[in-house]
């Protein structure tokens, strides 16, 4: 063939491929790349010469350019369109190529539509970053910012999940370093000659870390031959901003409201220039780290607990913003930023009114009322004790404003929450090492009389979570009401699988307070007195901090396993047939069931037989009397009154 024909034939492919691809790939739909390639193919058509002495030459190379067609119109020989060099023999041919060319356009853009649409739909669900939805991948997207479907990927092979709860060795001694951490914690602290983290001191707001100390019983490795067949995790949200009706915006407003005539000198000047910078409820990012960082230890923990047919998992958590976001950026950091194509996420509506066990509050008017404030009372005296000398030694420095004790407490506060939310607060370093132990306490005792045993309420807000973890591990739904349960959604398949090994929810802290109530772990119960702090069990910063984690597992023995073990070895077997247990581990450290439920014994490893605590379990939702303690009508009382978190008998 003549090199100049072939030139021109090249050039030709090359112009209408070019048309066709880029346009296509820019405009919203498909259909219209197709359409200005009719229009090229129809204008080449109605430019050609009819046939005449003068043109054989072009003729006869038209001729082989249609031997050569299917190496140019598509390469890889999926479309059998019409031919478009094709030297027109009527009007009818004409036509029944673009006709051809049209239909095959037509079934081309309906497929990109519908995939368009599905890839929007799921990239809408599987947005996590603050809030705001991931732009999908679509036509207009050139491919070099397209992320999904990914394009030239590579090998993508997986390997077997981890199980790193049931291959851990042993726990190791750990040392002492300065973490990367985006917070702020090297503030110097009067009398802190430990050189101790106040930030651990904070209670509920505390910024997660592990449990120091652990709950009385040591850490040890799975027996061998023993396998973890099902989890149950319930997560509090990450840090987040303070409620609008806090105690750290309420001193905001009264700062701002005083700004005209405050001078504050000493320590305390920063608050001539200081503004408020905080939001309302939501996640910081921190809090979104926790959450994140929780779900990529759980899925090196609990990984190979994920069914690998192809199933999704149900997780739960409620329609509150810092809940949902919690949940995303757990499941993010489970399964990755495609996690919608592991587990769908159910959201509880978070209101009053309606039945809901990860907030079961909104369904329990009196834990709303003043015949529930008893932890709120106590822990008001306490702080008149300990921040006495804290509210003089401020006072004296600031002038032109009224400085209280409330103020002084609501400046801890806000210290815990500037931290978490902007790095660093100016607050922290106000107070002494001992008055932040003494804010520590004062947490505990809001606690322990709002939401555990001190509390007439304490059982009955956690029952409803109780119940469900009965209902799964029994694998029965839930089909009446109990408790502040969601009946209809727990009666369901869609929404309460009973097949899941590996189970999510969300909740908040002081739900998880209620929980453990209800559960009857009486190693938390304890009056706690308000004139000075004693050895105690109930420490917030240690049960709820900002994304703390209540691990359930089942665990499968072959044999009995040994009471009073010392290791994981083969020693750790008694004779006996299989046997099941349950393990609950609370911030990374296990809560020894012997220590609240005798029925479980005294064991070294703090397991208890999973039939015995079904049993335990089964009279729990009587004794927390659910409709008398959040609907009766009862008198309060003072804290200490209370000691198994229900309502006192009436007279």
């Known amino acids: 063939m003549d090199p100049s024909l072939t030139q021109q034939h090249n050039h030709r492919c090359s112009l209408l491929s070019e048309s066709l691809l880029k346009r296509s790939a820019t405009e919203p739909l498909i259909v219209l790349g ?62 029944y190529c673009i006709y051809q060319l049209v239909s095959a356009c037509l079934v081309a853009s309906g497929i990109f539509v519908m995939l368009t649409y599905t890839l929007l739909f799921v990239s809408g669900f599987s947005a996590v970053s603050g809030g705001v939805l991931n732009e999908a991948s679509s036509s207009s997207v050139p491919q070099y910012f397209q992320t999904t479907p990914e394009i030239y990927a590579g090998p993508t092979p997986t390997g077997v999940p981890a199980f790193l709860a049931e291959t851990n060795p042993a726990p190791f001694p750990s040392t002492s370093y300065i973490p990367n951490a985006p917070l702020e914690t090297q503030v110097p602290i009067a009398g802190n000659i430990n050189n101790s983290n106040i930030y651990q001191l904070h209670g509920q707001l505390s910024h997660y870390f592990p449990n120091p100390d652990g709950f009385g019983v040591n850490e040890f490795s799975l027996p061998k031959d023993c396998n973890i067949s099902f989890l149950y995790m319930l997560s509090r949200h990450g840090a987040r901003y303070p409620t609008s009706d806090s105690g ?19 320590d305390l000047a920063f608050l001539n220039t200081w503004n408020y910078k905080l939001g309302a409820n939501i996640l910081v990012p921190v809090g979104k780290q926790e959450l994140f960082d929780s779900g990529v230890l759980h899925q090196y923990m609990y990984g190979h607990l994920y069914p690998n047919n192809g199933t999704k998992i149900v997780a739960r958590s409620t329609t509150e913003d810092r809940m949902t976001q919690s949940a995303e950026y757990f499941l993010a950091g489970f399964f990755g ?22 907030a079961g509050r909104h369904q329990c008017p009196n834990a709303k009322s003043a015949v529930s404030t008893g932890g709120k009372n106590a822990s008001a005296a306490w702080q008149a004790v300990y921040l006495k ?5 401020i006072a004296k420095q600031i ?42 306490y004062s947490v505990d005792l809001s606690f322990s009389g709002n939401n555990a045993f001190q509390s007439p309420t304490g059982r009955a807000v956690g029952i409803g979570w ?20 969601n009946y209809t959604l727990d009666g369901m398949p869609s929404t309460f699988p009973l097949d899941q090994t590996l189970n999510f929810d969300f909740s908040h802290d002081t739900n998880i307070m209620s929980i453990l109530t209800a559960l009857g772990f009486t190693q938390f119960n304890a009056t706690l007195p308000t004139d000075h702090i004693p050895m105690h069990d109930l420490v917030v910063s240690h049960l709820e901090p900002f994304g703390a984690r209540l691990d ?7 044999r009995p396993v040994n009471a009073s073990r010392t290791s994981g070895g083969a020693d750790a077997y008694t004779s006996g047939n299989a046997t099941q247990y349950i393990h609950f581990i609370l911030n990374q450290r296990t809560l020894p069931m012997g220590r609240s439920f005798s029925e479980c014994g005294s064991r070294t490893d703090g397991w208890c037989e999973l039939s ?40």
């Open 612 to 651: 015995t605590f079904i049993k335990v379990q089964s009279t729990m939702f009587n004794e927390s009397q659910y409709e008398y303690a959040c609907f009766g009508n009862y008198s309060s009382v003072p804290y200490g009154t209370l000691t198994n978190g229900v309502p006192q008998a009436e007279s």
């Open 34 to 95: 197709c359409i200005r390639a009719i229009v090229l193919c129809e204008r080449t058509h109605r430019s050609k010469p009819r046939h005449s002495t003068a043109d054989v030459t072009a003729t006869m190379a038209q001729g082989e350019l249609l031997g050569r067609q299917s190496s140019c119109v598509w390469h890889n020989g999926s479309w059998k369109g019409p031919d478009i060099f094709e030297p027109d023999p009527g009007a009818r041919r004409s036509r």
């Open 466 to 485: 109780q119940q469900e973890l009965l209902a799964r591990l029994q694998h029965h739904y839930i089909t009446g009401p109990d408790g502040n349960v």
């Open 248 to 266: 750290a915006a309420m001193l905001a407003a009264k700062l701002k409201n005083a700004s005209s005539t405050l001078n504050a000198t000493g």
């Open 337 to 358: 930023l495609d996690w919608p194509q592991n587990a769908t996420l159910e959201l509880i509506i978070e209101e009053n009114g309606f039945n809901n066990s990860l």
């Open 389 to 393: 000398n804290a509210t003089a030694r």
């Open 399 to 440: 002038s032109g404003y009224n400085w209280t004790l409330t103020d002084t407490y609501n400046a801890q506060s806000m210290c815990a929450y500037e931290t978490v939310a902007l790095g660093y607060s100016a607050f922290c370093g106000l107070f002494t090492y001992e008055e932040w132990l003494g804010y520590e």
């Open 552 to 558: 359930i597992e089942v665990i499968n023995a072959p």
